[in-house]
């Protein structure tokens, strides 16, 4: 099997390619001014969430391994960042995908973000993260993330008019519907977490 550097090596050098090609793309297609473009940009769970995977795999690869000991070496956030890129390739997948259509460099982009990226990490996380500590005890921390970014959507959109996905959209849903499904999100996100600390656990069996 490829070894844990190289794999972390390939992971990195996908992530920032796609998180900056993302980003030049973005700007150079944005119909707004530079300062609402950037904002936009990171204003996506998906933006934020690779960006997220892209410093932790980084972190790893050039932390030696007896020296990993730091935030991003705790099996907990390894896990909580698999987690909810997961997540995001979930809800794009099941989603999103039909109503994002795109072409050429954009579809390649789209589906490294949303599916591979997540695909692969969470292939790391079963190959080498050492799972086998982990405690229900956790998953409330896991939901602080998602859970600070909806109110962040919520505030910001409510002053600039301009939400990020079609399902927190308030002007053409309503609060109440949005408040819905922020809540079946935030349920997703607790069966996720829930599904992850047992297979972890379960890993006890293959060390």
């Known amino acids: 099997m490829i070894g844990q550097k190289r794999y972390l090596r390939a992971l990195a050098l996908l992530e920032w390619f796609a998180l900056i090609a993302q980003f030049i793309l973005q700007q150079q297609n944005s119909v707004t ?3 609402e473009s950037l904002i936009r940009f990171f204003s996506y769970y998906t933006i934020l969430t690779n960006i997220l995977v892209g410093v932790y795999v980084t972190v790893q690869l050039f932390t030696p391994e007896n020296r990993r000991t730091g935030f991003f070496s705790k099996p907990s956030v390894q ?17 999103l995908r039909q109503l994002w259509v795109s072409t050429g460099l954009q579809a390649v982009l789209h589906d490294l973000l949303h599916t591979a990226i997540p695909l692969l990490m969470i ?4 190959v080498w ?22 109110i962040y959507v919520m505030i910001r959109g409510h002053f600039s008019a301009w ?8 002007p053409t849903l309503g609060y109440s519907q949005v408040i819905i499904n922020t809540t079946l999100m935030i349920v997703v996100f607790i069966l996720f977490s829930f599904l992850f600390v047992i297979l972890g656990k379960r890993k006890k069996s293959h060390g």
């Open 79 to 95: 896990t909580a960042i698999t987690m909810h890129i997961t997540v995001v390739g979930l809800i794009y997948n099941l989603l």
């Open 123 to 126: 292939i790391y996380w079963w």
């Open 33 to 35: 001014d530079r300062g």
């Open 163 to 170: 939400y990020p996905y079609p399902f927190l959209d308030v």
């Open 129 to 150: 993260v050492d799972t086998r500590r982990l405690r229900y005890k956790d998953i409330p921390a896991w939901l602080v993330y998602p859970a600070l970014y909806a």
